[in-house]
């Protein structure tokens, strides 16, 4: 199965419009105020950036791993809200050692689940009609990371979708 990338960014649009999410960074605590999930901080979890853990019952947490750069953990975050609003089971989220084996040996890609969260996190993070009013700046990639609390790679691909994506609407238009 094809990751459904286009459903994800569309959501991720939706969740910002949702909860009237338009100033940048992005204020994830409204999203998990607004679902009532709580995240707690692990200062010693050496082999996970995060996850959500659902018991049966009872609310969902999201863990988050406190050694992390600000950057990595608000991505981790907003992957884990893409697993939440993309409506992934348990069984499409990916085992990290099974995906590291994957990796390692046999050259398998993530998971589709994995890949829709991130590109929900993504957009999430760093709105296409944002970065639009950016549009003058954009080689300065280390600027518009620190603005939006991202990391220099995801500001870079944000960017590469912003012309990928974003020159196919103007000619459109």
Avoid: C
Avoid at 89 to 96: A, T
Avoid at 131 to 141: A, P, W
């Amino acid at each position: 199965m094809e990751p459904n990338t286009r459903f994800a960014r569309e959501m991720a649009r939706k969740v910002l419009k949702d909860y009237s999410l338009s100033d940048i960074p992005t204020d994830l605590t409204k999203i998990f105020e607004g679902l009532n999930l709580k995240y707690v901080e692990l200062n010693d979890a050496d082999e996970i950036d995060g996850a959500i853990l659902a018991i049966e019952g009872k609310p969902a947490i999201a863990v988050i791993n406190k050694a992390r750069p600000l950057h990595r953990q608000r991505f981790t975050l907003a992957h884990e809200l893409g697993h939440i609003f993309l409506q992934h089971s348990k069984r499409d989220i990916y085992d990290p050692e099974e995906v590291r084996e994957q990796d390692l040996f046999q050259g398998k890609k993530k998971p589709p689940a994995e890949i829709e969260a991130d590109t929900f996190a993504s957009e999430l993070l760093v709105p296409y009609d944002q970065l639009k009013k950016f549009e003058g700046n954009l080689s300065d990639v280390d600027k518009l990371a620190r603005t939006f609390q991202v990391s220099n790679q995801a500001m870079t691909l944000a960017i590469m979708n912003y012309w990928k994506y974003g020159v196919k609407k103007k000619k459109k238009a």
